[in-house]
T-cell receptor
Framework: GAVVSQHPSRVICKSGTSVKIECRSL??????MFWYRQFPKKSLMLMAT?????????EQGVEKDKFLINHASLTLSTLTVTSAHPEDSSFYIC????????????FGDGTRLSIL | RKEVEQDPGPFNVPEGATVAFNCTYS??????FFWYRQDCRKEPKLLMS???SGNEDGRFTAQLNRASQYISLLIRDSKLSDSATYLC??????????FGDGTTLTVKP
């Protein structure tokens, strides 16, 4: 089945660092990828939709300059958390849309980001 | 009102119990429906799709009522390993998913 690979799985870094998270579709091409964020004991919240070759679409309340999204190829989308601060600590997860009607999304393994 | 609402939980049940989770959604244009399972600090994993005709996978039964915009998940003969958070997920025809907040299940010996 379709596989989405997300890297890194865990990041611990100092405040002020920028962190890049990669999301790759391994056996299919994805013109669209979704980026979610999850706080403890809360559900996944859609942050933005990345679009291959064009600008990402951000959900209301998500800072575009803080969370830079790039979808440079049909198999790679990246999320960069710029100048990260402790409040950016969270679980970030990407997914590729369903390959057909009625099919589920394909999630990456997620990245747990901890900013000290 | 949230787009997808689930039982607040948590559910604490003994092994062998039957437990049911409910979910309602507000977007009548929603196209597809799923239950996911999420273990602590892990990504969500698909448990099963939900169809109007109802579907069963072993001890798990899912039901969809489009008229009422209601989804359910029934777990029979609960196992310790069923302890997790169960997420109700609703997709639009654009493939965008909306998640419920999840219901936490703890199965105790």
């Amino acid at each position: 089945g379709a596989v989405v690979s997300q890297h890194p799985s865990r990041v611990i870094c100092k405040s002020g660092t920028s962190v890049k998270i990669e999301c790759r579709s391994l056996d299919f091409q994805a013109t669209t990828m979704f980026w979610y964020r999850q706080f403890p004991k809360k559900s996944l919240m859609l942050m933005a939709t990345s679009n291959e070759g064009s600008k990402a679409t951000y959900e209301q309340g998500v800072e575009k300059d803080k969370f830079l999204i790039n979808h440079a190829s049909l198999t790679l989308s990246t999320l960069t958390v710029t100048s990260a601060h402790p409040e950016d600590s969270s679980f970030y997860i990407c997914s590729a849309p369903p390959l057909g009607g009625g099919q589920p999304q394909h999630f990456g393994d997620g990245t747990r980001l901890s900013i000290l | 009102r949230k787009e997808v609402e689930q039982d607040p939980g948590p559910f604490n049940v003994p092994e062998g119990a039957t437990v049911a989770f409910n979910c309602t959604y507000s977007n009548s244009a929603s196209q597809s429906f799923f239950w996911y399972r999420q273990d602590c600090r892990k990504e969500p994993k698909l448990l099963m799709s939900v169809y109007s005709s109802g579907n069963e996978d072993g001890r798990f039964t899912a039901q969809l009522n489009r008229a009422s915009q209601y989804i359910s998940l029934l777990i029979r003969d609960s196992k310790l390993s069923d302890s997790a958070t169960y997420l109700c997920v609703v997709n639009t025809n654009a493939g965008k998913s909306t998640f419920g907040d999840g219901t936490t299940l703890t199965v105790k010996p």
